[in-house]
């Protein structure tokens, strides 16, 4: 199995919003930007977005393919170049859970990140129910900070409490 990582472009949409579109439930269930994924339009607008952002060196998302197939993303936000600090956020596609497709792409963006971005520390949030991020975090090696208490509004509008995991570039 080919994992690989490519800069989000708007001409993904299609095959991005399908992901999104065929995973919804549990997607939106820790991510509430799904519900406002309504069309490929929808998701085109957000992939422009994405690549501009880029340009910018605000953030940074990747489309994970694996052999060939739209999977899901993963990205780097509130990116801190003066202290060398981001976040990572991911999602993945139903079909694709399980067999080791985000760990694979968690390791390719923390090269990406520590390599060419010169970043010391990335961090991962992840609802404290959200046991399958947390696995992920937890089996890259990320070490849990502790818990944010109410830091994730979800779509029906309750507060989540988020476990918040770290991994310095010595740790990589």
Do not use: C
Request: proline letters at 3%.
């Amino acid at each position: 199995m080919a994992v690989k990582l490519a800069p989000a472009r708007p001409e993904m949409a299609a095959d991005v919003y399908a992901v999104v579109d065929g995973s919804r439930e549990s997607i939106s269930r820790w991510l509430p930007w799904a519900a406002s994924m309504l069309s490929v339009a929808d998701e085109r607008a957000f992939l422009t977005s994405m690549a501009a952002a880029a340009l910018e060196r605000r953030t940074f998302m990747f489309i994970i393919d694996v052999d060939g197939t739209k999977a899901g993303a993963i990205d780097l936000h509130n990116i801190d170049f003066p202290n060398h600090h981001a976040e990572i956020g991911y999602f993945l596609g139903e079909p694709w859970r399980g067999r080791g497709v985000m760990a694979t792409a968690l390791d390719q963006i923390e090269q990406y990140a520590f390599g060419e971005l010169s970043l010391n520390k990335l961090t991962i949030l992840a609802a404290t129910g959200n046991t399958g991020s947390r696995h992920v975090a937890e089996r890259a090696g990320y070490k849990l900070e502790g818990v944010q208490r109410e830091e994730i509004l979800n779509l029906h509008g309750d507060y989540q409490d988020a476990a918040r995991y770290s991994k310095l570039k010595r740790e990589a």
